[in-house]
């Protein structure tokens, strides 16, 4: 009697679902733990490491620093308001004035958060293009390490300006992907009750498929993936690459931490390619093509 592979595959899944949730938020510990026992890798997040240590001073005197005295003024005159408002109410309501503490300290949070996250996010595209080359490099080596092979379909000169051009397109289309859905969850939030909730969980949620495509990019370029079936690989590997995503989401939030963070995402990202999407979807369709090591000798 024949097996229906379709629901072994949807069984394995559900099996899989707790491991999955706790495998994908500890994969960046396990890229600082392989990087940590392998010296020949350090040279691939050195400079990279410098370039974001620029590109991060950049931001935060260009972006943080701004942002924090706009979120201030913007909770004083909140706190100003509402003052006023209950000056103007009966004398046993005067304990309403806690409520313009407690509003503006709650807005204060959410704003320093969501600035957090933006500075975060362009730390990241900016870091990732321009380290490109080292972090490439890096994933190269990692797959070669988990895997035994390193499989690339291109090689030659005038493939640096495709990839510059695919880089490019990469970027235009996650903008397009971004902005499409947030003018949705921009329209779910005039829903009464929910409505922004939904907005909050859904920016999130936006802002973690971003930096999953980032930091998984670099094996699945090498591939010459369209974006769409990176966008199908990012979904597919649920849960595991969101919990991936929302840790490494919030190393790149911290300033000074996503200095070192953007590296270490880049490697955790590659190691959970060869471990969790590898063998699901390239081992065996890759098992006879030839590893970049072997077309450079065939071509000698």
Known sequence: ????????????RLLDLPVGVVAGALYPLRAIAILARNSKLWGYIAFPIFLNVI???????????????????????????????????????????????LLGGLLQG?????????T?????????????????QLSEELEKLKTGKVTTYEQGFW??????????????????????L?????????????????????GLAIAALIVCLD??????????????DKLKIALGGLPATATFSLVSLFLVSIPFVNLLAVPICVAAGTLLFCDRI??????????DTPSGEELEQNRQ
């Open 159 to 180: 493939v640096i300006f495709k990839d510059i051009w695919r880089a490019l397109a990469f970027e235009v289309k996650k903008i397009i992907l971004a902005v499409g």
């Open 278 to 287: 590898y063998p699901r979807r390239f081992a065996d369709q890759e098992a």
């Open 1 to 12: 009697m024949m097996r229906d592979k379709s629901r072994d595959n949807w069984f394995s």
């Open 120 to 136: 975060g996010l362009l730390l990241v595209q900016f870091g990732a293009i321009l380290g490109s080359p080292w972090y490439g």
């Open 110 to 118: 959410i704003l320093v958060v969501v600035l957090f996250l933006a």
């Open 215 to 228: 930091f998984l990019d670099a094996p699945l370029e090498r591939r010459r993936l369209r974006f769409r």
């Open 55 to 101: 590109i991060g001073v950049g931001l935060y005197i260009g972006l943080l620093r701004p942002g924090l005295g706009e979120i201030q003024g913007i909770t004083v005159a909140l706190d100003a308001r509402i003052t006023a408002w209950v000056a103007n109410l009966p004398q046993w309501l005067a304990w309403l004035s806690w409520f313009g503490d």
């Open 182 to 202: 947030g003018i949705v969850l921009f329209l779910a939030h005039w829903i009464p009750g929910l409505g922004t909730l939904v907005a909050g969980i859904g």
